[in-house]
């Protein structure tokens, strides 16, 4: 069906319509008039999915399988994502993962998790949630299009500039949290929360990345608090881990409320909490809830260490839903947002015009 002798030229098969993300513009009837092809850029960042195992008490046995699942990280499937030049001239961004022809239980295997996480990023739109542009399959490749973000990852911009100032990380804060509460509202929980997964648009808009492990939730309670409704299997970064999801409690959408919790904390810091600890070591201190995270240091307001403290609750039935973070004072009493007419208009004053 693909004909392209150009091994870094593609057909994108199935293009979603997307008006307000700005991506490739095709017809409202959701698939392309015609062929879209598009052309291979540069890296934009390269990743494995992140652990994954049934669940089980916090024993010495058990975190030493997960350790040993740390340790063969790089041989599970990994991703990279590109940036793309469509033929409509739009830039996009390309995650590519290579299927093992030589294993085709493992490839069908992967395939069905690929198509799993493209069925759900169709059905999510919203301003902080990456927009989804379509999928292509070619020699043994997946390709899922998305829309290019050019401001790079939280973690990206932490390395470049520091630690975020308050003002800015309530901005970005209030954002997270309205892209978790919209995937919560529809039953979804990303499970890999964190700054590298947090992307920013020049304007200052906040984008979520990564539905590789989310879930949707087959129940529609919104508390999660019955069995139905509470997954069992670890995914995540160890360091953005809650404590269910790394012991046999079930978890739910608290378990991402945790995880936003670490990422405001890397935002203020330049760290998630326990960066200090060895894996192994933070993820014995998390599971086995016997100790206190560690508070937003010195020289943060009140609000903004009580939103970390109450993010990072050990017992996930005392953690607040999204949508009541939303009117904690730290994200409520923070007036500012983002205007994207007057980010474009930049004053000199602020430095030099010459």
Known sequence: MISQSNNFRFIILFLIGRHESGGVAVSASGLADDAITWTKGEVLGKGAYGIVSTAGHVTTERLLGLEQQMLMEPLLPSHQVYCGLTSHGQLVAVKQVSLDASDPDAADGEYARLQGEVELLKTLRHANIVGFLGTSFHQQVVSIFMEYIPGGSIASILHRFGPLPERVLALYTKQIVEGVAYLHLNRVIHRDLKGNNVMLMPTGIIKLIDFGCARRLSCVSHTASNGADLLKSVHGTPYWMAPEVINDSGYGR?????????????????????????????????????????????????????????????????????????????????????????????????????
């Not at 894996?279 to 809830?289: D, N, P, R, S, V």
């Not at 009580?306 to 973070?325: G, N, S, Y």
């Not at 980010?343 to 015009?353: L, W």
Request: glycine share 6%; net charge positive; charged share 20%.
């Open 254 to 354: 608290k378990s991402d409320i945790w995880s936003v919790g670490c990422t405001v904390f890397e935002m203020a810091t330049g760290k998630p909490p326990l960066a200090h600890m060895d894996k192994m070591a933070a993820l014995f201190y998390i599971g086995a809830q016997r100790g206190i995270m560690p508070p937003l240091p010195d020289g943060f307001s009140d609000t903004a260490k009580d939103f970390v403290k109450t993010c990072l609750i050990c017992d996930q039935r005392l953690r607040p839903p999204a949508e009541h973070l939303l009117k904690h004072p730290f994200i409520h009493q923070n007036k500012t947002t983002v205007n994207i007419s007057q980010a474009q208009r930049i004053n000199c004053s602020v430095g030099p015009c010459s």
